[in-house]
């Protein structure tokens, strides 16, 4: 794996000072790759890691899916717990975390397990929650493991999202932050404004929003069929998510 690597840190970091992320390069440094659909740009956990955490703290992505931000833990010497459902992402993030460089000393546990019910990890343990939930089922990541939170329809969604911000809360230590980053979506020409009733579950199970951070997305350029219906049927394509950041 090392072999193939180009390059282990990116060559334009900036810490982001600003509510509005914009990464047009999404970052191609270490084993990191756009392959897996859906998946952040490294940028993102990179500054959600340097900014809310340190070097030998322990962090938690329950939605490890590409692997992109147990990868970047590595890099920056934070130990890291990613949990998912399924066995695609699993392999995934072993392949992608399964490389050796000298600067690179945080430690990597990957676990099959249902971000609803982490009762393997113990209450208040861990520094910094730092992850990317599906987006109700604008993708589907599986047919049919039943614990896979993409194959529900946006109500459904929002009620699971309830156990995952309570799972969320108990595991993360006092005084310590969550960031995810969600996305909305459009159901017969309206908005449903998905990352804000995520927002709120959040709140309710007792955290506190420190950020709202709009990342903008480059992946959503008007052309060819979407722009027609764009047009046609009078909608704005969605160039945006949300990123919050809670403390608990």
């Known amino acids: 794996m090392s072999a193939k690597v180009k390059k282990w840190e990116p060559d334009d970091f900036e810490l982001q ?14 084993t990191h790759d756009a392959k897996y659909r859906g998946n952040w740009s490294p940028y993102i956990p990179r500054n959600i890691i340097l900014r809310y955490s340190k070097e030998n703290d322990l962090v938690l992505d329950q939605f490890a899916g590409g692997g992109t931000t147990l990868v ?12 998912d459902v399924n066995d695609a992402a699993i392999d995934r993030c072993k392949e992608k975390t399964n490389f ?30 730092c992850t990317h939930p599906p987006y109700a089922d604008i993708i589907k990541y599986s ?10 329809k946006v109500k459904d969604f929002l009620e699971e ?21 969600m996305g909305d979506t459009r159901q017969k020409g309206c908005m449903i404004p998905m990352s804000f009733e995520v927002m709120k579950i959040f709140e309710n199970a007792g955290f506190k929003l420190k950020e709202i951070i709009i990342k903008e997305q480059h992946n959503c350029k008007a052309t060819g069929y979407w722009k027609t219906n764009s047009i046609k049927y009078n909608f704005l394509l ?7 950041v809670f403390k608990k």
């Open 72 to 83: 970047e833990a590595k890099l920056l010497n934070r130990d890291i717990i990613g949990v």
């Open 238 to 244: 969605i160039a945006h998510e949300y990123l919050f």
């Open 143 to 152: 047919e049919n493991i039943k614990e896979d939170l993409s194959l529900l």
């Open 161 to 181: 999202m309830k156990k995952v911000a309570a799972e969320s809360h108990r595991v993360l230590k006092k005084d310590k932050f969550c960031a995810i980053l």
């Open 100 to 129: 050796e460089y000298e600067n690179a000393n945080g430690k990597v546990y990957i676990n099959k397990g249902d971000a609803r019910d982490l009762n393997f990890i113990p209450d208040s343990s861990i520094d910094l929650i």
């Open 17 to 30: 000072m600003t509510t509005h992320w914009s990464f047009p390069n999404r970052g191609d440094w270490a």
